[in-house]
């Protein structure tokens, strides 16, 4: 738990209440409290990382890539799945490759901005219009993101997705209902699951930093209010996100639905875990307790590396 990135808070806080979950009659606890100066080493004879990292260096790929070197089974997706995730823009064109919808977008990388920014207004204008989103490429919880309603906006809102990336990205402004869809493993089989969704409604401008961790800021409506049609098309989408990118263990994949068109935002492949995240509210509402679901979610890591060692003709410890 901890780590360098913006999302040091929220990841302490998950941290702690998994390790307040955890059943010490089933489990050796040992909290690894990572500084945000990012030095730090897991102890010797570790049996199963429970990653509660959120952001860059703890969501994509940095800490599974170390955890795979040191053969430590982990939770949560892997290397490959974990980068695509974090990255908003190659998750994208992956979904686009593949026929998920997302909403349209522009990307403009650090070295690109001086030679696109003359034209970057028009541009805007012809493919997506205002209002429009800024956002970093590779952040999570709403960090560094903007509505922009004007054109006079667009700087303040690209210098502070700037000042977190040196990729962001600009893209279309949604109306409609804002959804959440959690999915979880099954043991064994290893089969995704979506869980009920999650309908979103913020008392905010929009769903962000504040209105995620302030008690109150949004409301948040669990199972969602649509029709089972609906409901069904945006699970389904979800799945295929998670598919399409390789996700193991358990994922959350952010969505907006209009009438009938489904949109895919992301997918968070380390969901928060804090009092008020999203993942335990649809884990509830399937029947699991927090408890339940962390006991899954290291059930989940102990199977897939056992497979893994099967596979390759070695031993499971433990």
Known sequence: MGGPSPEHEVSMASGRRVVAAMDRGRYDVIPLEVPRTGAWFPPSGLAVAFIAMHGPFGEDGTIQGMLEFAGIPYTGSGVLASALGMDKRRSRQLFGFNGIPTPAYLTITRTEFPDREPSLVDDIRKTLGFPCVV?????????????V??????????????????TILIEEHL???????????????????????????PRREFFNYEAKYTPGAAEEICPARLSA??????????????????????ARVDLFI????????????????????????????????????????????????????ERAGGVMPG
């Open 229 to 250: 049609e609906a409901a069904e098309r945006a699970q389904h989408a979800a799945l295929r996100a998670y598919h399409t990118l390789g996700c193991a263990g358990c």
């Open 258 to 309: 209009r009438e009938a068109d489904v949109a895919v935002l992301e997918v968070n492949t380390i969901p928060g875990l804090t009092e008020g995240s999203l993942l335990p509210l649809a884990a509830r509402a399937a029947g699991l307790d927090f408890a339940a679901l962390i006991d899954r979610m290291i059930d989940l890591a102990v199977g897939r590396a056992r497979r893994v060692r």
């Open 149 to 166: 309603t004007d054109s006079e906006r667009l700087g303040p809102a690209l210098d502070l997705a700037l000042g977190l990336d040196d």
């Open 135 to 147: 956002k970093p490429n590779a952040q999570g919880s709403s960090i560094g993101v903007s509505i």
């Open 175 to 201: 109306t409609g209902a804002e959804l959440t869809c959690a999915i979880l493993d099954e043991v064994g089989s290893g089969a995704p699951a979506a869980l009920p969704l999650i309908e979103i409604v």
